[in-house]
């Protein structure tokens, strides 16, 4: 019979106190899993959600510009030296370092237009660009040809079009091709129609008011892309629409510490009952040890055997703990992350290092009572007899 026979056989006859150990490391390790894992599914949702966000970075004219505005109310601006962005300089946007990163380009041209007896925006964009920057976009109808505009709901409200209406702008004649549904947003507000159409209208060839840029996705370098942009398109002004982001990751960042605190403590108390269980195991076998030292076991070979229980019944806690830390993440994420489908991957890594744990925690944890079994004295241990 081998030591690890033994140390098996001496876990069956102790039921009770293998049990113990093993529920205190399976409610450490699936604790410590399921915090892990939650906070993984939260971030992977939020980095899934944020490439939904649509435009995060902002390219316009660099200028002088003082704005006067106050509590939101709008008293017009100074403004001089405006210039506007020629639409062939933004091409070099594809030469930055960190051009894989970025999903859409989307040229806009703005300008102010009458329509019967109402002034209104007009916003010449690249449609397919706007299906990324603009993913939340629903429209009634269809996306305008070269002859055609949309409006933004409030937009076809206050002029009192519908889809198939026809509308005159600086002379020319339009159709109304679709509506926009209510975004909640200021596009509801503006008339929209083909970059090229709206740079013909405004006699603005080749030139572009402002463009946005869709790259904020997971991994993404945000503050890096600015700077290279910057740099390519050195009489531009290039910002970062990230103030909410940066508010929630670092949330989340902090969340992640705190975590690990709670991680750190529960390791803690699970470390300190497998000490004690083992501890009063050794004690418990105080005779059984002096019969083993008396027919020739060795000092190595009765640390042996604590250590192969411990490590049996901590490799088994690893395992159920994954399991179980897995399988309350699944039910978790479907109440406490709005819109989740509650799909948690089996993540291998985190498995074998639930399993490497659970083992390291039970092994250094009976350390100390393996040694001291070690020590004991048989013929004190068979005089107990």
Same mark, same amino acid.
């Given at each position: ?24 490391? =399976? ?38 510009? !003082? ?22 300089? !933004? ?29 209104? &925006? ?26 055609? =505009? ?40 503006? =008339? ?40 390519? !398109? ?17 949330? !989340? ?62 490799? &088994? ?45 039970? &092994? ?22």
């Amino acid at each position: 019979m081998t030591l690890k026979h033994i140390s098996f056989k001496n876990l069956i006859r102790r039921k009770g106190k293998a049990s113990f150990v093993l529920a205190g490391l =399976v409610i450490g390790v699936s604790t410590i899993v399921g915090i892990i894992s939650f906070v993984d599914a939260m971030t992977n949702d939020i980095n899934h959600k944020l490439e939904k966000y649509g435009a995060n970075i902002l390219i316009v004219p660099r200028t002088e510009n !003082l704005p006067l505005t106050y509590g939101g109310l709008s008293l017009g601006g100074v403004s001089f030296e405006m210039e506007e962005i020629r639409q062939e300089e !933004l091409a070099r946007v594809s030469s930055i370092k960190n051009a894989r990163n970025i999903a859409a380009l989307g040229p806009l041209v703005l300008g102010v237009v009458k329509v019967d007896s109402h002034k209104v &925006l007009l916003a010449g964009v690249d449609f397919k660009a706007s299906a990324i920057l603009k993913p939340w976009w629903q429209i009634k109808g269809k996306v305008p040809d070269d002859k055609g =505009v949309m409006l933004g709901a409030e937009a076809a409200r206050i002029l009192n079009l519908n889809v198939a209406d026809r509308l005159m702008i600086k002379d020319r004649r339009f159709i109304v091709s679709g509506i926009l549904k209510p975004t909640g947003s200021q596009d509801d507000q503006l =008339v929209f129609t083909r970059l090229t159409t709206a740079q013909s209208l405004f006699d603005k060839g080749g030139r572009v008011s402002m463009a946005e840029v869709a790259a904020l996705c997971q991994d993404c370098p945000i503050e890096a892309m600015v700077e290279q942009i910057s740099d390519a !398109l050195p009489g531009a002004k290039v910002m970062a629409i990230q103030q909410v982001v940066k508010g929630r990751m670092e949330t !989340l960042g902090h969340f992640k510490k705190f975590s690990y605190g709670i991680s750190g403590v529960i390791l803690l108390i699970g470390s300190l009952v497998v000490l004690v269980t083992m501890m009063g195991s050794v004690r418990e076998r105080t005779d059984e040890i002096g019969i083993f030292r008396a027919i020739g076991f060795r000092k190595r070979h009765v640390m042996e055997i604590v250590l192969w229980e411990a490590a049996i019944v901590s490799g &088994l806690a690893g395992i159920v703990g994954y399991l179980l830390g897995w399988g309350v993440t699944k039910v978790a994420v479907r109440y406490f992350i709005e819109g989740h489908s509650g799909s948690v991957p089996f993540d291998f890594e985190l498995a074998a290092g639930a399993f490497i744990l659970a083992l390291l925690i039970g &092994l250094v944890s009976s350390a100390y009572p393996a040694f001291i079994a070690s020590r004991l004295d048989p013929n004190e241990a068979l005089r107990a007899l």
